[in-house]
């Protein structure tokens, strides 16, 4: 198996509740190591360019303005399989959906509100990685 990187947002919903460490803790528990980690205050920009993918969606601009609402914390996780593995911990989009012991399950909110973002593939990973942080700080 390969020694794989991903890239992972605790949303502002869960740093509004003071829920970093309790992720953390998931993440850590599932095998993830977080080799990078800041909390920033994401502008609209930052918001509107990560999830351009999104733009056509109904729930676009009010995706970004929840995003822009908090700090949010922006990680690099690093394990085995990592980004299958945070997917898995994660849980499923929708809270309702999601599987127990996750942390959709555990902690999100609402749809919207799901505490978390996780990359969904390797060229998403790199791309999203590459946009908030350097390799100097990026330390495995
Ligand atoms: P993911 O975060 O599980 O990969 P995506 O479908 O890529 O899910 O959606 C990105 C983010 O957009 C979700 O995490 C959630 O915050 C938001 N979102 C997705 N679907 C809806 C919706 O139907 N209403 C409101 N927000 C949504």
Redesign the pocket.
């Known amino acids: 198996m390969a020694l794989e990187r991903t890239f992972s947002i605790i949303?502002p919903d869960a740093t509004r509740r003071n829920l970093t460490g309790k992720i953390n803790a998931k993440l850590e528990e599932a095998g993830l190591r977080i080799v990078a980690q800041k909390r920033i205050q994401m502008t609209r920009e930052n918001a509107e360019t990560f999830?351009s993918?999104?733009k056509e969606?109904?729930?676009f601009g009010?995706?970004c303005d929840?995003?822009v609402s908090g700090p949010v914390v922006v990680q690099v996780l690093e394990g085995e399989n990592a980004i299958m593995k945070n997917?898995e911990v994660?849980g499923?989009?929708?809270p309702a959906d999601a599987d127990e012991g996750t942390i959709?399950k555990e902690f999100a909110e609402?749809?919207?509100?799901?505490s978390?973002?996780?990359s969904?593939s390797q060229a998403n990973a790199a791309i999203e990685i590459a946009y908030f942080f350097s390799g100097s700080e990026i330390v495995g």
Request: net charge positive; charged share 25%.
């Open positions: 949303k999830y993918v999104h969606r109904p729930f009010e995706l929840f995003m997917r994660m499923a989009t929708n959709r609402s749809i919207e509100a799901n978390v973002h996780g969904d």
